[in-house]
């Protein structure tokens, strides 16, 4: 059995071995790679062995003509095609690829088309800071981790008291500050900036300001300048005497996109302007341990794809089960798990055929829910200087995410809708022609 990614390997190779599972991971049409269907000429008819139903000896694909007709077809074809299971990787990614590729399967509808998905999960044990680990021991039980994919794991967080579920989160955030703090003064230290800017960098950021995070690849429809689309209210923001809200970004661009490096160099710029001095930070050299460091430790992880091309998206994922809430356009994996209470939602996943009205709105929601719902929640407290609503939903989104979005619920969804079956191990089918609808949310 082997399990083949769009992204990652030759589908014109990959998709003719026998019991193949093949995932893809793109949610454009112009992305699946054109491949001289020579290469695969070589390895379907070069002596591999195919049943007979599904290749004949005149070398023609099932509905697909000729090999010659296909010489610059997509190579995603193939591995469609030839896998005994094609999945993609979230709700929304699922009804896309089918709509994308329904002309392949003519005489079908497009909801039967034979692409089922199974959401993307996260390792917990790699992104779960010790201190959330500890507190999961304490309240749900020493094997908690041993269950993570059992949702009545997850009720225990109900009862952990307020007071010690924030205290734990703002001990995360102090170090990421601090963190933040000594990486953008070794930053400035190469750069060869001044005394006066090494003391300015030194202090940046406020443990009671709301922070938000962004880290991630800066491709261009991921939208990291979308929060500087209208810079006065970005501003005035960061600026708020009373309700202040601070960035924290980090990642890196292709170094072939161009697009993306100057959105990247934007968006670092911004640090360096008086305005945004001490409450925007770019973390350069972003890394497996920086993205450590974010996910641990920010109130808020900020995601604004443009939808639907999102095809799931995980550093959302990461930072569910160390207390930080969502806000994000309902695109990939957040579309199916936003439920309203568990996390904040950009728009109401309304697109636009142009990309400029597409992105103003979204703008205007990411504007407008940071105004009305994220900063004015957190910076409601008790007598006890508790955000009581605020942390409600770090509870929520623990109890309802936490058991859904990780790699031991993904692993088992794999083993017992995709490889068992496919391997032919299942001892009952009742309804053989259904496979593609197991959802893995």
Not at 356 to 379: F, K, N, T, W
Request: aromatic share 8%.
């Amino acid at each position: 059995m082997r399990l083949h990614e769009h992204f990652d390997v030759d589908p014109l190779a990959a998709s003719t071995e026998r019991n193949s599972l093949y995932r893809s991971h793109i949610a454009v049409i112009s992305s699946p790679r054109k491949r001289d269907v020579t290469i695969g000429r070589q390895h379907v008819v070069g002596g591999v062995e195919m049943p007979p139903p599904e290749f004949g000896n005149e070398g023609c694909y099932p509905g697909m003509g000729s090999l010659r007709a296909l010489e610059t077809s997509l190579a995603a074809v193939l591995g469609l095609r030839f896998s005994r299971r094609a999945n993609a990787v979230s709700s929304l990614h699922g009804e896309v690829s089918r709509a994308m590729w329904s002309n392949l399967y003519p005489g079908t509808t497009e909801d039967a088309v034979p692409i089922g998905h199974i959401t993307n999960g996260v390792h917990v044990p790699t992104w779960l800071a010790p201190q959330m680990f500890q507190l999961y021991d304490r309240h749900l039980g020493s094997g908690w981790h041993e269950h993570s994919a059992e949702p009545h794991i997850w009720e225990g967080i109900e009862k952990v008291d307020d007071g010690e579920l924030w205290e734990t989160h703002l001990s995360l955030k102090s170090r990421l500050l601090e963190f933040v703090r000594r990486r953008a003064v070794e930053q400035a230290k190469r750069r060869r900036e001044g005394f006066e800017s090494l003391q300015r960098l030194g202090r940046v950021l406020s443990p009671d300001a709301l922070t938000v995070g962004f880290a991630r690849r800066f491709a261009t429809y991921k939208r990291a300048d979308l929060i500087v689309a209208d810079i006065e209210r970005l501003v005035s923001m960061v600026n708020d005497p009373k309700q202040p809200v601070q960035f924290v970004f980090s990642g890196k661009a292709h170094p072939r996109d161009e697009p993306g490096k100057r959105m990247l160099q934007r968006i670092a710029g911004l640090m360096h302007e008086r305005q945004f001095s001490e409450k925007f930070v770019f973390v350069e050299d972003y890394d497996i341990n920086v993205g450590r460091h974010l996910v641990q430790g920010v109130d808020v992880w900020l995601n604004n794809p443009r939808r639907p091309l999102e095809a799931s998206g995980t550093s959302g994922q990461k930072i569910v089960l160390n207390g930080a809430l969502n806000l994000s356009v309902l695109d990939g994996w957040w579309a199916e798990a936003y439920d309203g209470l568990n996390g904040f939602a950009i728009g109401s996943g309304k697109t636009h055929a142009n990309m400029s009205i597409h992105d103003a709105r979204d703008g205007e929601d990411l504007y407008r829910v940071l105004r009305e719902e994220v900063i004015p929640l957190y910076y409601q407290r008790d007598r006890d200087g508790l955000p009581r609503q605020w942390i409600m939903r770090m509870k929520r989104a623990i109890r309802t995410l936490g058991w859904r979005f990780n790699a031991n619920r993904m692993v088992m969804d794999y083993t017992m809708k995709c490889y068992v079956p496919a391997a032919g191990g299942t001892s009952s089918n009742m309804n053989p022609a259904s496979w593609w609808r197991a959802s893995g949310s």
